[in-house]
């Protein structure tokens, strides 16, 4: 019964299309009318969200065309070589960087099931897998023992016969969670950090200002040098991140902020 899955549940339901992402991003922003939006304008059955690379060893996959087909390339998949190729401007070749937020319509995934699923190929990904020795002792090994066959989503993307693509800015949208406290990157500090900064620029984009304890002015790009005498309690973290929230029930991407802000102080930490 075609009823009994998914994808008929959902047809079922009248959804036409999904905006799909994973899980370890804080600035993603589900069911983005903009990108819906602009998927849907270009009558595309399958699209995706790219930020620009940072460097050519950023492990990210990126987005590109292969024999006429979009597919992304995993960070593991290409060279250091051809990953740090550049164009003429001094861009990297390829700089659209995958950050696992998609569109697709429902026909297109119910076609990609019926027809394309022993088409995907599987990715080798070399991991540090712990086993148990000829001793009965588990060890946790320092280097690359295994390797995971694994499928991704965005394998479905050579499929589509139509496909759209929309850059966005990085520190608008992009901030993953991958590593533990302490590292030097991607840790639960630099997400908290990317979400007051978006949302101090959204209070600032609809007129507002930040004063700390001292009903001083705080800069309107803050930065740990101007900052490093302030403590969370006056409305900077260590970091130089001006503690400004802003709930999504209030506000979804900063619109409607006028009526909150235009014209007004508030003393940091800021709550909406």
Known sequence: DPKQNVLGEMETRGVKCVHVYCVDN???????????????????????????????????????????????????????????????????TFCSANICNHF?????????????????????????????????????????????????VFDVFKFAKNFA??????????????NAPGADKDTPATCRAALLDLNYRQLLAAGGRIMDTEGR????????????????EEGVNGSGV?????SPLVSYFGEGLEKLCSGKKFTAPVLL
């Open 26 to 92: 804080i600035l993603v922003k589900m069911a983005d009318p903009v990108f819906v939006g602009f998927c849907a304008e270009k009558n595309a059955e399958c699209g995706a969200k790219v930020v620009r690379k940072t460097v050519p060893t950023e492990r990210v996959g990126v987005l590109c065309i292969c024999d006429g087909k979009y597919q992304v390339v995993e960070y593991s998949e290409i060279s250091v070589a051809t990953a740090s190729k550049r164009n003429p401007d001094g861009n990297l």
């Open 104 to 152: 697709f319509t429902i026909e297109f995934l119910r076609q990609v099931c019926r027809h394309h699923t022993d088409e995907m190929s599987y990715h080798i990904a070399k991991k540090k897998i712990p086993f148990i020795d000829e001793n009965g002792e588990r060890i946790e090994p320092a280097k690359p023992n295994g390797i995971k066959m694994e499928k991704f």
């Open 165 to 178: 693509v929309l850059e966005v800015l990085r520190e608008d949208e992009f901030s993953p969670l991958k």
């Open 217 to 232: 002015k705080l800069p309107l790009i803050p930065h740990r040098s101007s900052t490093s005498s302030l403590t969370d």
């Open 242 to 246: 001006v503690l400004c929230e802003i």
